[in-house]
């Protein structure tokens, strides 16, 4: 009989709400057990990440490392924004006018031949053209694309000191002016150093951009991982 009672204590013991609440949290050791497993995971995936960001820079450096970028170009002073997808140019023309060209990195593309049969494609870079006359003239503004041999004018509109309207009259396309019209717009800024000849250079130049910004960014995505 004794021996029954002691069974059925025992029994009651185990079902007491201090042992189902063990039960119910693991020890310290099964705790610290999973926790040094997802550490290392955690590890195992960092380094793999790092391992392929250092070859892949090591790469960039010694097969196909970005030059030097110019400082200057058709009497243009070149005003790199490192770490953002655009950069200036800008320059004098005469006594009275500055010249401000912001230039956006690739931004498009089409298809190298017509029928598009081709893998190759034709690269786009945006332009925004501002001629100023002394503080209160006003702004031409142009804007415009450059492609690997060619710079065309998509629109032509005049800004007031400067500001945007908030629905200001933007023109028509330009290819809707007349012939004359747009030849003499062409003129106009080809005297100013907006020509073909730039739309070549330029695609040079965000190339070159786009490998530093391209090792920029890894070096940045290597260096969060590793603190």
Request: proline fraction near 5%.
């Amino acid at each position: 009989m004794a021996c029954v009672f002691q069974r059925a204590r025992r029994t009651l013991s185990l079902l007491s709400p201090k042992f189902l609440l063990q039960s119910r949290n693991p020890t310290p050791t099964r705790n610290h057990s999973r926790n040094y497993i997802a550490e290392m995971r955690k590890s195992a995936f960092e380094s793999n990440i790092l391992r392929i960001l250092r070859t892949e820079m090591q790469y960039q450096h010694e097969y196909a490392p970005p030059k030097q970028p110019e400082k200057e170009v058709n009497s243009f002073t070149i005003v790199d924004r490192p770490g953002e997808q655009w950069f200036r140019l800008r320059r004098k023309y005469g006594e009275k006018e500055d010249i401000k060209v912001e230039v956006t990195m690739f931004d498009g593309a089409v298809p190298a031949s017509k029928s598009g049969e081709s893998n190759e494609v034709r690269l786009h870079i945006s332009l925004i053209v501002d001629v100023v006359k002394g503080e209160d003239g006003g702004v031409l503004q142009f804007i415009c694309s450059a492609w690997p041999d060619s710079l065309e004018i998509q629109k032509v509109f005049m800004l007031k000191n400067r500001q945007l309207r908030a629905k200001p009259y933007m023109g028509p396309d330009f290819v809707e002016l007349d012939d004359e019209l747009q030849e003499a717009m062409r003129e106009f800024l080809e005297e100013r150093g907006l020509n073909d000849e730039l739309a070549v250079f330029l695609h040079e130049y965000v190339t070159n951009k786009d490998k530093t910004e391209l090792i920029r960014w890894m070096g940045n995505v290597k260096s969060f991982i590793e603190k």
